[in-house]
């Protein structure tokens, strides 16, 4: 599976056709996603078939799978984390058609007649991703303060406050002047 998706289609007439959509994502692509990740070499294979689902509504089907490295929020370093999603949606033309959906069936929202199959798939990683990505536990420690940090800090709390000499300004004559008395 080398192809690239396309970057827009027409979700209803690939249902009619019972149309299936392979082909790689290269992560860079993915700008969203990019955001979050260590690095963005690699790509993501997906996998999404137009066809009838329950009750011959119209919507797509498909799987994603790749690997994503990201920030691990424990030790900092690269996690990697495996993608193997298998997703669902039913084609709505409207926020109102959505929200007649059963319970459990998920919308994809098809306003202008076409989607974009990169969008799709982004979309549906962003929504599987870890909270707070990290390395299983045991596995990676916090990193160590910098030398000479609690020394810093021991100094930063011993300097003058720079705010100290709004509370004299702040002093009534009944703070504890005696007015020249």
């Known amino acids: ?88 949606l039913y084609l709505v033309e409207s926020e109102a058609m959505a929200a007649r959906l059963p319970e459990g069936f998920e919308p994809l929202l098809n306003v202008s007649g076409k989607v974009s199959p990169r969008e799709l798939v982004e979309n549906e990683v962003l929504l599987s991703l870890p909270l707070i990505p990290r390395h299983a536990a045991g596995s990676c420690e916090p990193p160590e303060a910098p030398s000479g940090a609690p020394e810093k800090l021991e100094e930063a709390a011993q300097r003058e406050n720079p705010f100290s000499i709004l509370a004299q300004l702040r002093r009534t004559p009944e703070d504890g002047d005696s007015g020249g008395h």
């Open 1 to 88: 599976m080398q192809a690239r998706l396309p970057e827009w289609v027409d979700p209803l007439a690939l249902v009619e056709r019972r149309e299936r959509l392979e082909g790689e994502i290269p992560l860079a692509s993915l700008a969203r996603l990019s955001e979050l990740l260590s690095d963005t070499e690699g790509s993501l294979s997906a996998v999404i078939d137009f066809t009838r689902l329950e009750d011959r509504r119209p919507g797509v089907r498909g799987s994603i799978t790749g690997r994503l490295r990201m920030p691990c929020q424990r030790c900092l370093e690269a996690v990697e984390l495996p993608v193997d999603l298998a997703f669902e």
